[in-house]
Nanobody, 123 residues
Framework: QVQLVESGGGLVQAGGSLRLSCVAS????????MGWYRQAPGKQRELVAG???????NYADSLKGRFTISRDNAKNTVYLQMNSLKPEDTAVYYC?????????????????WGQGTQVTVSS
């Protein structure tokens, strides 16, 4: 099995910053993409940012310039640096990872999710 554990959420004032971390552990042979999603109350879960194992990143258009995703492949960890936070960024933030647990070919990747970490931005 594979576990993803997020940390770094909390309460911050508008204009502040937070850095989220997500560590993957367990039966891991290889990790392909890792990313962050968020879900605000009453809304659907939406993509925040993603990062491939090779370093390619993508972002929700509305978040470009404020949020930065990065990875430490040696630590199976993905980060989300969030700056200039706004009240509308309040949500539960989830990380995910596409993980292959076996070295046997073909490599089958499965998407795992963390439990989420609450980010609350006060006005």
């Amino acid at each position: 099995q594979v576990q993803l554990v997020e940390s770094g959420g909390g309460l911050v004032q508008a204009g502040g910053s937070l850095r989220l971390s997500c560590v993957a552990s367990g039966s891991i042979f290889s990790i392909n993409a890792m990313g962050w999603y968020r879900q605000a109350p009453g809304k659907q879960r939406e993509l925040v940012a993603g990062a491939s194992s090779g370093g390619t990143t993508n972002y929700a258009d509305s978040l470009k310039g404020r949020f930065t995703i990065s990875r430490d492949n040696a630590k199976n960890t993905v980060y989300l640096q969030m700056n200039s936070l706004k009240p509308e960024d309040t949500a539960v933030y989830y990380c995910n990872a596409d993980v292959a647990s076996s070295p046997l070919l073909p490599h089958n990747y499965y998407r795992y999710w963390g439990q989420g970490t609450q980010v609350t931005v006060s006005s």
